[in-house]
């Protein structure tokens, strides 16, 4: 089978709007790095675009119908957003749902300690990481701390140019025989990702002035931090049991490839799907069935919690849109999430030569030839993947093929290589239609991943697309 790459199909004008687009999903990437920021990122996109917040419309006991649009947002870290439909809701939906957390460096909740004169954060890494990777790369420092009195601090040290930034030590090579003849999970372990954050001890006067730093003078480095973050944020040692803080690398997006074909950052996975997927909802403008975009946290650890895809949050907001359309009994919800199409927006992993046994090469993602379509995923026999079913594939050829957009097909690396899982699965448990459907991604969990912009505005159009006429 004959698979072309997308960059041939495209004249002036359209490759124009290739590098366009991708400009403006680079300059996204490096300024959404966290769910939140991502949340509000797209908050704010949705409302330009007379979204409007479902938590109005309900207290309000305003009535939706065909051609609304509203959003609800979960915990700011979660969002799902409805533009409704002619079809009554309970004829099914048609779904694009992508995640919006990325493994990262969190910090642990009592966080700062010193050592040998040096301030250090203690950490946990979140999702699946190769932690040697994370080391000796500038960081930055993002979050949220929860006051006590309810006000919430947003945080973000090391992306400005005049910002300091932090970062994570590795062993010189000179005395590194030992950790060199250690096993890839072994050579840097999790208790050795502690952040580097500071060296100038307090000075005497300095310290007077805060009390408490008088009692733990010895540790005269930390008290230092303390007091740059007392001026600078008003929080204290205490608030850091109620703080999120990911540590992520710090920067911008860059065009990569001398030809700029491409662009390597951070946090790819799963934003090149899910800004790609909250665009075609925002750009369509009369839809049959309701068009719906999850936009979800946790994936990297099991979608699981309060804004994962296994909590109840997105049926939830279906029987409130539902029930604000006078819509609403719990059959009719049932109906409506059984005769829905969802694509999962997610990544696979891109043909990289460097790494040629890894993957099949009949049934691998190549970069440049359009977006993924994976029936499945999983690993060990397809367990745990939703492997789509033969008549859903064949109704997205047909929609793919009549609107010429690049597609290709894919599975995670070869048979017993390993394996990984999406939001699909979840979905389908209510017995609608899933298939996995993304962009394909070089050094995926890395610090910096790469994707192509022909993948990015392909998939992009495969979303609209499907959502216009799936
Ligand atoms: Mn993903
Ligand atoms: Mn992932």
């Given at each position: 089978m004959e698979n072309k790459t997308a960059w041939d199909k495209y004249g002036e004008k359209e490759l124009k709007k290739v590098h366009k687009f991708a400009e403006e999903y680079r300059c996204f990437l490096s300024e959404c790095k966290t769910e939140r920021e991502c949340v509000r990122?797209?908050?704010?996109?949705?409302?330009?675009?007379?979204?409007?917040?479902?938590?109005?419309?309900?207290?309000?006991?305003?009535?939706?119908?065909?051609?609304?649009?509203?959003?609800?947002?979960?915990?700011?870290?979660?969002?799902?957003?409805?533009?409704?439909?002619?079809?009554?809701?309970?004829?099914?939906?048609?779904?694009?749902?992508?995640?919006?957390?990325?493994?990262?460096?969190?910090?642990?909740?009592?966080?700062?300690?010193?050592?040998?004169?040096?301030?250090?954060?203690?950490?946990?890494?979140?999702?699946?990481?190769?932690?040697?990777?994370?080391?000796?790369?500038?960081?930055?420092?993002?979050?949220?701390?929860?006051?006590?009195?309810?006000?919430?601090?947003?945080?973000?040290?090391?992306?400005?140019?005049?910002?300091?930034?932090?970062?994570?030590?590795?062993?010189?090579?000179?005395?590194?025989?030992?950790?060199?003849?250690?096993?890839?999970?072994?050579?840097?372990?999790?208790?050795?990702?502690?952040?580097?954050?500071?060296?100038?001890?307090?000075k005497s006067d300095d310290k007077d002035k805060h009390d408490k730093e008088k009692d733990v003078c010895k540790e005269k480095v930390k008290a230092n931090i303390l007091r740059i973050l007392k001026e600078k944020y008003g929080i204290s040692e205490e608030d850091f049991i109620s703080a999120e803080i990911e540590a992520v690398p710090a920067g911008s997006a860059r065009n990569y490839g001398i030809d700029e074909s491409m662009i390597i950052g951070y946090g790819h996975d799963d934003r090149v799907c899910a800004y790609p997927s909250f665009d075609a909802l925002i750009e369509t403008?009369?839809?049959?069935?309701?068009?719906?975009?999850?936009?979800?946290?946790?994936?990297?650890?099991?979608?699981?919690?309060?804004?994962?895809?296994?909590?109840?949050?997105?049926?939830?907001?279906?029987?409130?849109?539902?029930?604000?359309?006078?819509?609403?009994?719990?059959?009719?919800?049932?109906?409506?999430?059984?005769?829905?199409?969802?694509?999962?927006?997610?990544?696979?992993?891109?043909?990289?030569p460097n790494y040629p046994s890894a993957s099949e090469k009949k049934n691998t993602a190549y970069f440049g030839r359009g977006m993924v379509l994976m029936k499945y995923t999983g690993s060990r026999g397809k367990s745990g993947s939703n492997d789509a079913s033969a008549e859903f594939i064949g109704e997205l050829r047909k929609i793919m093929d009549e609107n010429k957009v690049n597609y290709q097909t894919s599975e995670l690396g070869k048979v017993d290589q390993g394996g990984g899982g999406t939001i699909a699965y979840i979905l389908a448990n209510y017995g609608m239609d899933v298939m996995d459907c993304g962009v394909a991604v070089q050094n995926m969990h890395a610090p910096y991943e790469v994707i192509s912009k022909a993948d990015l505005y392909e998939t992009k159009c495969g979303y609209k697309v499907f959502l216009e006429n799936a």
């Open positions: 990122r797209f908050k704010e996109l949705a409302e330009k675009q007379g979204y409007e917040d479902l938590a109005d419309v309900i207290r309000e006991k305003k009535t939706l119908k065909a051609g609304d649009k509203v959003y609800a947002i979960n915990r700011g870290k979660g969002m799902i957003l409805f533009h409704i439909g002619e079809e009554s809701l309970e004829k099914g939906m048609n779904i694009l749902g992508a995640h919006i957390d990325s493994p990262r460096i969190d910090l642990k909740q009592n966080p700062l300690y010193e050592d040998t004169g040096l301030a250090l954060l203690d950490t946990h890494y979140y999702g699946g990481i190769k932690k040697y990777q994370w080391v000796t790369t500038p960081l930055a420092l993002h979050g949220v701390v929860a006051l006590k009195n309810g006000e919430v601090v947003d945080i973000v040290i090391g992306e400005k140019d005049t910002d300091p930034v932090v970062g994570i030590s590795d062993l010189l090579i000179h005395l590194a025989s030992e950790q060199m003849e250690k096993k890839g999970n072994k050579i840097v372990e999790g208790e050795a990702l502690d952040i580097l954050v500071g060296s100038i001890p307090v403008k009369k839809l049959k069935k309701t068009g719906v975009c999850i936009l979800v946290d946790k994936e990297e650890i099991g979608s699981v919690g309060a804004t994962g895809m296994h909590s109840k949050f997105f049926e939830n907001m279906v029987a409130e849109v539902m029930d604000r359309m006078g819509e609403y009994s719990e059959l009719k919800l049932r109906r409506a999430l059984y005769n829905s199409k969802m694509l999962s927006s997610d990544v696979t992993a891109a043909y990289d």
